[in-house]
């Protein structure tokens, strides 16, 4: 299992970084990995909540939220994709921790198992771990950016 963690501190309260995080459908909105995405189900957050994500350049992933601890962290499985790596198994949280109160520490995890063994091992060294550490770095630092932006400039 290939694990990657990420953190980032964000200069907005906890409060405020949860708010945007929980809007589960939208995290578009910050993530610049993303053409769009949007929720699937009946839920907006929460558990059991799901979304589609449509990707940059190519590629559509569908997840579902496992687990949520309100105002703390959620964990999304992909379950099906398109133009995407063989993913036999595939997990990423979110969390967030007060360094005070003006102040958040952003943690983002993805763990993930490649289909086909050996070759999937040797596609994960080969591209597919620089390419999820790029990724988990462009999602941090787009929710900091977002986040710290004045709610008024927000697009």
């Known amino acids: 299992m290939t694990i990657i963690e990420k953190e980032a501190i964000i200069n907005r309260p906890k409060d405020e970084v949860w708010d945007i995080l929980a809007d589960y459908g939208n995290i578009y909105r910050f993530n610049p990995n993303l053409k769009s995405s949007h929720c699937t189900s009946d839920i907006a957050n929460g558990l059991g909540a799901t ?7 190519i590629g559509v992933i569908q997840e579902r939220i496992i687990r949520w601890v309100e105002g703390r962290s959620y964990t999304v499985e992909i379950y099906e994709g398109e133009k995407v790596p063989p993913f036999q198994q595939c997990t990423a949280t979110l ?18 198992d490649l289909k086909y063994g050996f070759l999937g091992k040797a596609m994960d060294n080969i591209m ?3 390419q999820f550490t790029t990724a988990a770095d462009k999602l941090l630092a787009g929710l900091k950016s977002y986040a710290e932006t004045p709610m008024r400039s927000r697009a």
Not at 95 to 112: G, K, N
């Open 128 to 130: 597919v771990r620089s």
């Open 95 to 112: 969390s967030v921790e007060a360094e005070s109160d003006r102040q958040t520490r952003v943690r983002f995890v993805i763990q993930y």
């Open 51 to 57: 979304r589609q994500c449509e990707l940059k350049p």
